[in-house]
């Protein structure tokens, strides 16, 4: 262990050289100074572990050296022991009340000093020790924190995660499902129309070659309106055509929305996305007893494929999308289905293309949220629904997706009562 280094401030030849002699033999490194100003001069680069200081100096005295050196906050640690006369009471008092620890009389006893001077050096090196380990224990806190932190965003992302591959699961497996009765029933109908029209052909040939069919038959054919129905069947095998097709497109959307991500970027048609995810969302979006349905509204302006994570933007569209359901449904508590159709819930979805950066607003006139909640929305586990009905966890994730694997910016403006919008930036 190196040696302690000793400060010895005094003015008297005859009180430094015992001092000196008395600590040099005991094993100490001393420097001496002779006033208070050389001394606040030199401690920075002495930095001793002890100040032995005298009172009585040409210059500013012991008392203000000793005021100094404590206000300044890089030695206001350094022990100050202080040399006045035996009799000085008051002197004693003014030393100790200017911040020195102790004070050693004159004249000077060899032994006092050294007693004094080796418990103060011992208490400072249990101080200075403390200090260390209060200063080591902070930053392991501060480094357990953060390991918290970056395991609570880990397992938000592996339950959210896991949340989109069940639902995507799901989802996948029902447009699975629905493919073969779908593709039989298109394929039945492409040939129902010639059937029809090869019956009804025949059926007309009939009515031509027998004009007089009889009583019986001609009564029937009143009876089931048989004019009509020869009309309106091939509408009737049209519309099932259409919904067919209908049927078929939300197959598709439901398998683009349940892709599964690859590990690196893929392009992707984002309007796509944000249809198949609306689609998912339909059953909240419609018509209830309480409220008309929920108009959507897209406004898609013109955007090259994306290089993406689809899986992952659908994602975040799903988390935007719902929350904008939930700020409606919230908004119309309390209001009658006569007044909300007055003032009808919607969500108007904007896409442009802005400097090689796609950019999606999602906007809801729902019930908009205050500048102290709009601080908090983003982060981990904040939420303002009721138990069930919320984790918090939505907006973390979709700006994680945004921000982080995606290079983008997500942010969101908002005003109570009026409405709130997000905005996605994301690099082609
Ligand atoms: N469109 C919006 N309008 C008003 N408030 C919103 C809107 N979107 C989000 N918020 C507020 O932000 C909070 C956090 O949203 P976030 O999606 O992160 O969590 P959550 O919806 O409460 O729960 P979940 O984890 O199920 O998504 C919400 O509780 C709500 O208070
Ligand atoms: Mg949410």
Redesign the pocket.
């Known amino acids: 262990m190196p040696a302690n280094t000793i400060l010895i401030v005094d003015d008297t030849p005859n009180n430094i050289k015992l001092l000196f002699d008395v600590l040099d033999s005991a094993g100490f490194d001393i420097s001496v100074v002779k006033s208070g100003e050389t001394a606040l001069e030199k401690l920075p680069y002495i930095n001793p572990d002890l100040i032995l200081l005298d009172i009585m100096m040409p210059g500013i005295d012991g008392f203000e050296t000793c005021r100094r050196i404590k206000s300044d906050i890089n030695m206001a640690d350094i022990p100050i022991i202080f040399m006045t006369a035996l009799t000085d009471t008051e002197n004693k008092v003014c030393g100790l009340k200017s911040g020195a620890v102790d004070y050693i009389t004159k004249p000077i006893q060899v032994e006092e000093v050294l007693a004094r001077v080796n418990i103060h050096l011992h208490l400072r090196n249990i101080q200075t020790k403390l200090q260390q380990e209060v200063q080591e224990r902070q930053q392991a806190e501060l480094k357990l924190q953060e390991n918290i932190t970056s395991m609570q965003q880990m397992q938000i992302q592996l339950i959210q995660n896991e949340k989109m591959s069940a639902l995507g699961n799901l989802v996948a497996g029902v447009a699975h499902e629905m493919n073969n009765p779908l593709g039989f029933i298109a394929a039945s109908l492409k040939q129902a129309k010639p059937n029809f029209t090869d019956i009804s052909d025949h059926l007309k040939l009939y009515q031509e070659t027998f004009p007089h069919p009889g009583k019986e038959i001609l009564e029937h054919a009143e009876e089931i309106d048989i004019k009509y129905s020869l009309e309106d069947f091939p509408k009737m095998l049209d519309a099932m055509v259409m919904a067919c097709d209908r049927l078929k497109n939300i197959s598709t959307s439901l398998r683009t929305f349940s892709r599964a991500d690859k590990d690196y970027k893929v392009p992707f048609n984002i309007h796509e996305g944000i249809d198949s995810t609306i689609l998912i969302l339909k059953h909240r979006l419609k018509a209830s007893e309480y409220r008309p349905a929920i108009e959507v509204i897209t406004e898609y302006g013109n955007l090259p494929q994306i290089n993406c994570f689809p899986g992952q933007l659908n994602q975040v569209f799903m ?1 935007i999308l ?3 359901i ?2 409606l449904d919230e908004a119309n508590t309390g209001k009658s289905y006569e007044e909300i159709k007055a003032n009808p819930n919607k969500i108007i979805i904007k896409t442009s293309m802005e400097n090689n950066h796609a950019k999606i607003s999602i906007r ?1 006139n ?4 205050t500048a102290e ?1 709009q601080q908090k ?1 983003f982060d981990h586990l ?4 009721g138990v069930g009905k ?7 994730i979709a700006r994680q997706i945004i921000e982080e694997t995606h290079a983008g910016k997500l942010s969101c403006v ?1 005003e109570l009562g009026q409405g ?1 919008e997000f905005i996605i930036d994301i690099p082609q």
């Open positions: 988390n719902a929350n904008a939930d700020a809801d729902g019930k908009g949220m909640i929305i904040f939420t303002t629904k919320g984790t918090g966890l939505g907006l973390a908002s709130t």
